[in-house]
């Protein structure tokens, strides 16, 4: 996505976010793991936990790069065309760590991402080559990414998912 201003940014991440606990807080715990809410019998904790995982990577790829050192994206072993593999090896890595402690670590990584959002200077945040490893894009392309874009898509399949649910 292409944000025009700081504030536009912080705001998609800011109501992406919002709308997705929203819509969480409407699951009762009991159902966070029934499965087929999304791709081969994903549940909501797998979901949570893959938005955590590539919020996990983000921050990863935004240290790396800061230290100057060689940022592998999207993972150490993974190209971008082995993305659906990646995601795979993240459910699997998630599949048994409970869900309280995904929730935790969810959102205080949700808190670090906006934290580094609102401290990032508007070029930072939206001017390509700031970065070397955003190469062409900007910061605020993998940031939003890994937050407002990924926030939204969740929401989307939240709701085809509890849509399901209500005609059964």
């Known amino acids: ?92 890595e998630y599949r048994d760590v409970p869900t309280t402690d995904v929730q935790t670590e969810f959102a205080a990584t949700h808190i670090e991402l906006r934290r580094l959002a609102g401290a990032s200077t508007p070029e930072a945040l939206l001017v390509p080559g700031q970065f070397a490893w955003t190469g062409r894009s900007t910061l605020a392309t993998y940031l939003a ?6 926030y939204r898509f969740a929401v989307r399949v939240l709701r085809r998912w509890l849509k399901t649910r209500q005609r059964a």
């Open 1 to 92: 996505m292409k944000y025009a201003t700081k504030e536009a940014l912080l705001r998609d991440i800011d109501e992406q976010y919002s709308d997705l606990q929203q819509l969480l807080g409407g699951v009762p715990a009991s159902q966070y793991k029934e499965p087929d809410v999304w791709g081969e019998g994903w549940t909501v904790h797998d979901l949570i936990a893959h938005l955590l995982a590539w919020q996990k990577l983000f921050l990863a790829w935004y240290g790396t790069g800061q230290r100057n050192d060689v940022v592998r994206m999207p993972a150490p072993g993974y190209t971008w065309s082995e993305t659906p593999r990646l995601n795979r090896d993240i459910w699997c």
């Open 145 to 150: 990414a890994n937050t407002a874009s990924h």
